[in-house]
């Protein structure tokens, strides 16, 4: 074995680990593709058919749990839509997307919160996201007696 075998390891270890990063960032933008393209060609043709313009979800979590809080609907004069005008199928259809555009980890340690807003005339989505933290604050003092 010489010197430089070490650091020919190294080197196939981190490009092996490079490629899997890089199948595994195609593989999330692949389906984030996926789930954008139901949305938009099952989900919000159903929601405009109900009158339905707005739909904002609020979601919690922390201590490794989280989940959407409660959805509403609402038409574009701002007036609620009832979800019992919704047809279940679409609905629940349309929770479980929104799952999707969670941020990865927002159930994790002291967690966070925010809103998912979707204009269906428009197609747009936005996320508005809150990361809570603790932070602890060290100090030292030395004092001659």
Do not use: W
């Amino acid at each position: 074995m010489t010197d430089h075998e070490p650091e020919k390891a190294d080197d196939q270890q981190n490009a092996d680990f490079l490629q899997i990063l890089a199948h595994y960032q195609q593989s999330v933008t692949e389906q984030l593709a996926a789930v954008k393209n139901t949305l938009r060609t099952a989900v919000l043709p159903g929601l405009i058919a109900c009158r339905v313009a707005n739909v904002e979800a609020a979601y919690s979590g922390y201590g490794d749990s989280g989940a959407i809080d409660g959805v509403q609907y609402r038409d574009k004069a701002g007036q609620r839509v009832e979800r019992k005008n919704i047809p279940a199928e679409l609905t629940e259809r349309l929770e479980n997307i929104l799952y999707e555009f969670l941020p990865a980890g927002f159930e994790n340690n002291d967690g966070g919160q925010g809103t998912l807003t979707l204009d269906t005339h428009s197609g747009r989505l936005t996320l508005k996201h809150q990361e809570n933290f603790t932070e602890t604050r060290d100090g030292t003092r030395e004092f001659d007696l």
